[in-house]
T-cell receptor, first 115, second 113 residues
Framework: GAGVSQSPSNKVTEKGKDVELRCDPI?????LYWYRQSLGQGLEFLIY????????KSGLPSDRFSAERTGGSVSTLTIQRTQQEDSAVYLC?????????????FGPGTRLTVT | GENVEQHPSTLSVQEGDSAVIKCTYS??????FPWYKQELGKRPQLIID?????GEKKDQRIAVTLNKTAKHFSLHITETQPEDSAVYFC????????????FGSGTRLSIRP
């Protein structure tokens, strides 16, 4: 079946521009996570959705970052006034069980480059 | 906040030898401990997980052990092969803040031919 998809796969933007990243989770998965991974680094947690609500936004680096999820499905991560340090791969993952005790399925990621 | 610590950050072993990666967690309520493998340029994928009602789980050359008293768990890879080269992440669920998975910082495993 279809896995987690993300778009775009690559995004190059100029410093100061806004970008929107999209995640389509696996159908029926209630939990959705956003992570950021800089080159050669670990998985930096950004935000977590349970249905359409975000119980934990603690990982968002600044108020330039926001995310929403509609219809319990698609999620968008928006970065306003992008900075060079925002350059990274942004990974989305979804999981079936709301108690976070089941496998997370990762998308292929969006590679963001801020010039 | 709750966290998961992982070590070593890098590990190099001779092909055919064993590799061990260790993690500790802080939330005593954690009861699910997955391990993910991320090959170069690819997305992380689950390779094995363990729940708190068991102390050890094996899947061919991979095994995980869990010590709930000490709050640590380990990944053991035996008879390592070149395709085992990757970054490995441990993780634990946490109920203290909104119930989510917390990842360790990763271990880059290299297999020497």
């Amino acid at each position: 079946g279809a896995g987690v998809s993300q778009s775009p796969s690559n995004k190059v933007t100029e410093k100061g521009k806004d970008v929107e990243l999209r995640c389509d989770p696996i159908s029926g998965h209630t939990a959705l996570y956003w992570y950021r991974q800089s080159l050669g680094q670990g998985l930096e947690f950004l935000i977590y959705f349970q249905g359409n609500s975000a119980p934990d936004k603690s990982g968002l680096p600044s108020d330039r970052f926001s995310a929403e999820r509609t219809g319990g499905s698609v999620s968008t991560l928006t970065i306003q006034r992008t900075q060079q340090e925002d350059s990274a791969v942004y990974l989305c993952a979804s999981s079936f069980n709301p108690l976070s005790s089941y496998e997370q399925y990762f998308g292929p990621g969006t590679r963001l480059t801020v010039t | 906040g709750e966290n998961v610590e992982q070590h070593p950050s890098t590990l190099s072993v001779q092909e055919g030898d064993s590799a061990v990666i260790k993690c500790t967690y802080s939330d005593s309520a954690s009861n699910y401990f997955p391990w993910y493998k991320q090959e170069l340029g690819k997305r992380p994928q689950l390779i094995i997980d363990i729940r708190s009602n068991v102390g050890e789980k094996k899947d061919q050359r991979i095994a995980v052990t869990l010590n709930k008293t000490a709050k640590h768990f380990s990944l053991h890879i035996t008879e390592t092969q070149p395709e085992d080269s990757a970054v490995y992440f441990c993780a634990a669920n946490s109920y203290s803040s909104a119930s989510k998975i917390i990842f360790g910082s990763g271990t880059r495993l290299s297999i020497r031919p």
